[in-house]
Each structure stands twice: as structure tokens, then as C-alpha cells.
């Protein structure tokens, strides 16, 4: 059983920069990949960001490459998204997840965070 806590979403102007992080509980942590998602008002949740589980595979949404940049710390049981150069149309719920294998689709994460609101105006 894994419990996921996300924090530091916000509001933030155009240009600007972010980095959320989610919280586990649980011995098992360390055993997870971990990826972000995020839901925009009215919108279906999407992929954003994805580590293996021991950190040293990453995997990106095509269009989020090069601005977005996933991490975790296993000794802290811990993962982050650092978001650069925010734009308005990154507008999202943003939610981390937890489950076995680095995948893109929501369906294959067994664990869910309450998620964490990033507004970013124009």
C-alpha cells in the first residue's frame, strides 16, 4: 500500500516556473515507478512524466520534452516535477502516481495523490 501527498502547485505568471513534489508512505516506495499526470478543466487526464523506479529512466509527453523534468529521491521517498517556462495552456490538476511498471496510460498506476493545482496566467 502506498499513500501519495502532492504539494506545491500555485499560481504563477507566463514564463515562470514550478516544482511540485509528491510524498509516499510506505516501505515499498523504492519499488515503484512514479509518473505525473494532469487533468485541465473539463479535459481527460494525460501523461505528463514517468521514472522507473530506480531513477534512471525517464520517459516525456513528445510535447513537454526539454521543459518538464521528472525526479525522485528513494531515501526520502519523494518524486518532483520541475516545470519551466510555464505557459497558460499548462493549466492542470497535476497528480502523481504510483505503480509497477513506467507506463503512459492512467489505467496502470495502482496509486493516486489528491493532486495539486497549477494555474499559470497569461
Known amino acids: 500500500q502506498v499513500q501519495l501527498v502532492e504539494s506545491g502547485g500555485g499560481l504563477v505568471q507566463a514564463g515562470g516556473s514550478l516544482r511540485p513534489s509528491c510524498a509516499a508512505s510506505?516501505?515499498?516506495?523504492?519499488?515503484?515507478?512514479m509518473a505525473w499526470f494532469r487533468q485541465p478543466p473539463g479535459k481527460e487526464r494525460k501523461f505528463v512524466a514517468a521514472i522507473s523506479w530506480s531513477g534512471g529512466s525517464t520517459y516525456y509527453a513528445d510535447s513537454l520534452k526539454g521543459r518538464f523534468t521528472i525526479s525522485r529521491d528513494n531515501a526520502k521517498n519523494t518524486v518532483a516535477l520541475q516545470m519551466n517556462s510555464l505557459k497558460p495552456d499548462d493549466t492542470a490538476v497535476y497528480y502523481c502516481?504510483?505503480?509497477?511498471?513506467?507506463?503512459?496510460?492512467?489505467?496502470?498506476?495502482?496509486?493516486w495523490g489528491q493532486g495539486t493545482q497549477v494555474t499559470v496566467s497569461s
Open positions: 502516481a504510483a505503480g509497477p511498471l513506467v507506463r503512459n496510460v492512467p489505467g496502470d498506476y495502482d496509486y
Open positions: 510506505g516501505r515499498t516506495f523504492s519499488s515503484y515507478a
